[in-house]
């Protein structure tokens, strides 16, 4: 698999700019509109937010799944592409895993608790799709940031060549 570098097609730098950008409404959207907050479960906002929240990490992922190109191979973004410190690493691995393992596939891991017998009469689950909390959705808007500045900066190197 390619990285995705200044040497890469403009079109795929300005994919994964959209998907930061898309990622980043999301997270201002939940941010400005207080969502955390929202403490009732049934309330439609909850619903919004667990909505807004997921859209956020699958936006914020996808330039690092793997992508398809033209001729066939796949190109992909480094998560070490950019300087994050090791909360980000970590929030960035969190994200990863929650897309891979709730939002895109249903993992056993993430809705079974552990050391509990799920083939007997027990059926308690936890929510692995609870949003990230207040922190983590600011952290992650600070590290949208960067990926952006990033990509911008590999767009002018790209247009250059």
């Not at 730098?13 to 955390?36: K, S, V």
């Not at 009469?121 to 990926?147: C, F, H, V």
């Given at each position: 698999?390619?990285?995705?570098?200044?040497?890469?097609?403009?079109?795929?730098?300005?994919?994964?700019?959209?998907?930061?950008?898309?990622?980043?409404?999301?997270?201002?959207?939940?941010?400005?509109?207080?969502?955390?907050?929202?403490?009732?479960?049934?309330?439609?906002?909850?619903?919004?937010?667990?909505?807004?929240?997921?859209?956020?990490?699958?936006?914020?992922?996808?330039?690092?799944?793997?992508?398809?190109?033209?001729?066939?191979?796949?190109?992909?973004?480094?998560?070490?592409?950019?300087?994050?410190?090791?909360?980000?690493?970590?929030?960035?691995?969190?994200?990863?895993?929650?897309?891979?393992?709730?939002?895109?596939?249903?993992?056993?891991?993430?809705?079974?608790?552990?050391?509990?017998?799920?083939?007997?009469?027990?059926?308690?689950?936890?929510?692995?799709?609870d949003p990230l909390t207040i922190e983590k959705t600011e952290l992650l808007l600070g590290m949208i940031g960067k990926w952006i500045k990033h990509i911008k900066s590999l767009r002018v190197t790209a247009k250059q060549q």
């Amino acid at each position: 698999m390619r990285e995705i570098d200044s040497n890469s097609r403009l079109s795929r730098l300005d994919i994964a700019l959209f998907d930061f950008r898309e990622a980043r409404d999301f997270a201002e959207y939940i941010l400005r509109e207080r969502l955390h907050d929202v403490k009732s479960s049934i309330a439609k906002a909850k619903l919004a937010h667990r909505a807004f929240n997921t859209s956020m990490i699958v936006s914020y992922i996808r330039p690092f799944q793997g992508n398809d190109e033209p001729d066939g191979t796949k190109v992909r973004l480094s998560a070490v592409a950019i300087s994050l410190n090791e909360t980000e690493r970590v929030l960035h691995e969190e994200v990863r895993n929650k897309r891979n393992k709730v939002f895109a596939h249903s993992e056993w891991l993430s809705h079974e608790f552990e050391g509990i017998n799920f083939d007997g009469l027990i059926r308690i689950y936890k929510p692995a799709s609870d949003p990230l909390t207040i922190e983590k959705t600011e952290l992650l808007l600070g590290m949208i940031g960067k990926w952006i500045k990033h990509i911008k900066s590999l767009r002018v190197t790209a247009k250059q060549q």
